[in-house]
């Protein structure tokens, strides 16, 4: 056990360490979401007229609706970025070393996964903390709630982009797949509104969104910041992860073919 445990604190600290060489990547993780919250919001509100928004079992502002979202938001741009890293590292060829160490290629990418969504969480708190700072905030048990769910969604989004990069070949083709999977998924899901007044739209969009697996990452989010569960939610998110991880497995399998002659 303890070269699986060396191996992951290797890959954590080293997604660390090239995170904090990264600074305007931790600054624009915040500023992306902050000027939704405090720039857009007011404009979707008035837009959607949502001044408040009865969710479960209390009447909620539209800023603190879309905080879940926001907190998704980030997650699904570091699960991103990080997998773009991925890339990067098979076209400089530092990705051999990792991939032909002894150990089951699974547990090398489940730390990869575990390093990035160690990031993300830490981004999120930061960005939770900044949204406190202007009046924006949750019940105090919420944020203790959502970490072991930030820590589910994280692995389950960065698994996609894991999922994604095996398939790409040039770095310059993974950041145009970005642009095709980032926004479509976070604008058809339920991060800045919810899936009822999308309903009323569009029939159709309101089916784009009940499939589309960031809404449950979004719903998990927001219900544990609210000090509640949603269990479909989760079972969903886990369900997408299983997925997720099964096909980067298999993508970063060379006995498969899909990334032979990249690594």
């Given at each position: ?59 909620i502002?539209?800023e ?13 741009f570091n ?51 900044i ?16 970490l072991?769910?930030l ?36 604008f058809?899901?339920?991060a ?8 009323e ?22 219900f ?30 060379p ?9």
């Amino acid at each position: 056990m303890k070269p699986y445990l060396t191996a992951m604190s290797a890959i954590v600290l080293r997604e660390a360490y090239r995170f904090l060489q990264q600074r305007g990547r931790f600054i624009a993780a915040l500023v992306r979401p902050l000027v939704w919250l405090l720039v857009f919001a007011a404009g979707f509100r008035a837009a959607l007229g949502l001044s408040i928004i009865p969710p479960y079992q209390t009447y909620i502002t539209y800023e603190v609706y879309i905080v879940p979202g926001l907190c998704g938001m980030i997650q699904l741009f570091n699960g991103m970025q990080s997998s773009l890293s991925l890339v990067y590292d098979r076209e400089m060829g530092s990705m051999r070393l990792l991939l032909t160490s002894p150990l089951p290629r699974w547990w090398l990418l489940f730390s990869k996964l575990v390093a990035g969504t160690a990031i993300s969480i830490l981004q999120v708190y930061a960005f939770l903390l900044i949204a406190g700072l202007f009046g924006i905030t949750m019940p105090p048990l919420g944020y203790i709630l959502v970490l072991p769910v930030l820590m589910l969604t994280g692995i389950m989004l960065g698994a996609l982009g894991l999922a994604l990069s095996s398939f790409i070949k040039q770095l310059e083709n993974f950041a145009g797949v970005m642009n095709f999977v980032i926004f479509p998924m976070f604008f058809m899901s339920s991060a800045l509104y919810p899936l009822w007044k999308m309903a009323e739209s569009s029939e159709l969009l309101f089916q784009i969104c009940s499939v589309n697996p960031f809404t449950y990452a979004v719903e998990a989010i927001r219900f544990a910041l609210y000090g509640e569960a949603n269990l479909m939610a989760l079972g969903i998110v886990l369900a997408a992860l299983i997925v997720f991880g099964g096909l980067a497995v298999i993508g970063y399998d060379p006995a498969r073919g899909l990334i032979r002659r990249k690594v």
